[in-house]
């Protein structure tokens, strides 16, 4: 039998405008997308289109913003069904609201280059499914400095969603980020204060993993959990029109681990 069989099922095609030192968000999606394409027959494909940033500072999120509608274009050349940003500290670091306009941006290019791809950010993502958690306060954990920490919070909280607790890592450099194990996010978020709040984001920069821990993190807590690179595949799913269910990946996802003895 051939190794290389021709594919079956809807095929979906998946465009990301990825920060070039992000090596996580072209393994978390995959993962999410091809879990849940084995759960209803259908096949996705991934194309990436690259922007050039080193360390998480403004200065250089400001410069990779503007590559945008570079990569925006090249996207559109693979006639992806949905594109998406794959970076949120870029948009959120820019003040509130942020990322409608860049999806605004994204959509004008995409139009006028005659494409049909809808489009959408990680950082309206996130905002979108913690919305559709219900959740009004939150507890939160990232990887960035003190400063860009509180511009997230700001950026949230402006979208009427409280944060009560977050932890950040201090960590600059965006390589490390990505090697962080995790994890170690389950020891991490023991430092997290959890009590009253609706939803924990567990990782919400999408460069820092956190798909391995989702599942058992929901289950200690008792309350969803999530990420913004889940949030992300909950987008393209809803604009996909497809049903938002990929098992072990939180309660924006389907999972109920853990949820069933908290409400009793």
Do not use: W
């Amino acid at each position: 039998m051939s190794l290389f069989a021709a594919p079956r099922g809807r095929v979906i095609r998946i465009g990301q405008m990825v920060p070039s030192s992000n090596i996580t968000m072209e393994t978390e999606i995959p993962a999410l997308l091809n879990a849940h394409g084995a759960r209803h027959g259908l096949r996705y494909t991934f194309h990436s289109s690259r922007m050039r940033m080193h360390k998480v500072t403004k200065e250089e999120l400001v410069a990779m913003n503007r590559e945008g509608l570079r990569c925006i274009a090249e996207l559109t050349d693979a006639q992806v069904d949905v594109a998406s940003t794959a970076c949120l500290v870029a948009h959120m670091a820019m003040g509130p609201g942020y990322h409608r306009t860049a999806q605004a941006d994204l959509e004008t290019e995409a139009r006028r280059l005659g494409a049909k791809a809808t489009v959408m950010t990680s950082s309206g993502a996130l905002i979108e499914g913690l919305h559709h958690l219900g959740a009004r306060k939150i507890a939160l954990m990232a990887p960035y400095s003190d400063a860009l920490t509180q511009a997230v919070v700001k950026y949230i909280e402006a979208e009427d969603i409280a944060v009560k607790s977050f932890v950040n890592f201090r960590i600059e450099n965006n390589i490390a980020v990505g090697e962080r194990d995790p994890m170690l996010l389950l020891e991490n978020m023991k430092r997290l204060d959890t009590a009253g709040v609706d939803a924990v984001v567990l990782s919400v920069c999408v460069q820092m993993p956190s798909l391995a821990a989702i599942h058992e993190a929901q289950r200690r807590l008792g309350i969803p959990v999530t990420s913004t690179a889940i949030c992300t595949v909950r987008g393209m799913l809803d604009r996909l029109g497809l049903a938002p269910e990929v098992p072990g990946a939180g309660a924006l996802l389907g999972d109920r681990a853990g949820l069933e003895v908290a409400a009793k």
